[in-house]
């Protein structure tokens, strides 16, 4: 299996995303599908103990430009998994209710609870990333802008303290970014536009929007850079070739939840007696012969 600690960042590391590759190295690749479903399978397993045991959870942070692969990742490394396990919640510009309270409190109403896994497809990470690219943004909250340098320290530094708090009552997280080149974005939002089945995904602010990538890419840097701990590692994918790219996220998923070491939960001494006189009453029970 491919060796994912080098797509890992490295906590207090420097980040520069225009010198990562946004193509794996990955030796052969017409191979990515049947390793993508042994990963899924092995998450399948792994989830299900973790969703028996309900004594942990895991959050998975997806991030990335427009057309990096978030929604199509998501659905293939999770598919099979049973759905009362899981969650995904995709994060929207805030508006009504979550603009009257802390920008962080819808992603605090949404967190996974123990035996669960929760995804994020994007996250609090807009907040230190569209925001700050687009810091007119900050009005609907009530707050000037541009905002001085102090202003995103302080919400890197709150970010922090949020997955610090979660690792530190049970939850796990593991947050990716989709790293994907200028040519093969603009190749995919070109194939979007040509396919009327994905023409719905299109909006007027694309335009402008993918004319900010080195804004954004800044904004990416700074964040990951800041937020990369041991206890919510980051994980920087080369998203150009799709399968390889879920390959990967799969793999660092697999190995999240196998250090987790979720364990189906063992009956008590009472839960066994109950068992066991059960099965003797099913036992008893009379075989139904059917009817003449």
Do not use: C
């Not at 994907?180 to 194939?191: A, C, G």
């Not at 700074?222 to 390959?247: Q, V």
């Not at 987790?260 to 009472?270: I, K, L, Y």
Request: overall charge positive; cysteine-free; proline content about 6%.
């Amino acid at each position: 299996m491919p060796d994912t600690s080098q797509y890992r960042v490295s906590a207090n590391a420097a980040v520069d995303l225009a010198s990562i590759p946004t193509r794996h190295g990955f030796a052969d690749v017409r191979k990515s599908g049947k390793r993508l479903a042994r990963q899924r399978r092995r998450i399948a397993r792994l989830q299900e103990r973790l969703f028996a045991s309900s004594r942990t959870s895991l959050l998975l942070v997806f991030q990335g430009m427009d057309a990096s692969g978030k929604d199509g990742t998501i659905r293939a490394v999770l598919k099979g998994v049973n759905p009362q396990g899981i969650s995904v919640t995709s994060f929207k510009e805030p508006v009504g209710e979550e603009l009257s309270h802390s920008w962080l409190w819808r992603h605090w109403l949404t967190v996974p609870a123990r035996g669960q896994i929760g995804v994020f497809n994007r996250s609090h990470y807009e907040e230190v990333a569209v925001v700050r690219v687009h810091p007119e943004l900050l009005a609907a909250r009530g707050l000037a802008h541009p905002p001085p340098q102090e202003f995103w320290d302080e919400r890197l530094s709150d970010i922090r303290a949020f997955e610090r708090h979660l690792h530190v009552n049970g939850t796990h997280i593991v947050k990716f970014y989709l790293h994907v080149s200028q040519e093969e974005q603009r190749r995919r939002i070109m194939r979007r536009l040509d396919d009327p089945k994905r023409q719905w995904k299109f909006h007027s602010s694309d335009i402008t929007e993918t004319a900010l990538r080195e804004e954004y890419l800044s904004a990416y840097q700074t964040a990951i850079a800041a937020t990369a701990t041991e206890f919510a590692p980051w994980f920087i994918i080369p998203a150009d070739h799709k399968p390889t790219a879920r390959l990967m996220v799969a793999t660092v998923i697999a190995e999240t939840l196998a250090a987790m070491a979720p364990e189906m939960p063992r009956p008590g001494p009472d839960a066994l007696r109950a068992i066991a006189s059960f099965r003797d009453s099913l036992a008893n029970v009379p075989e139904d012969k059917g009817r003449a």
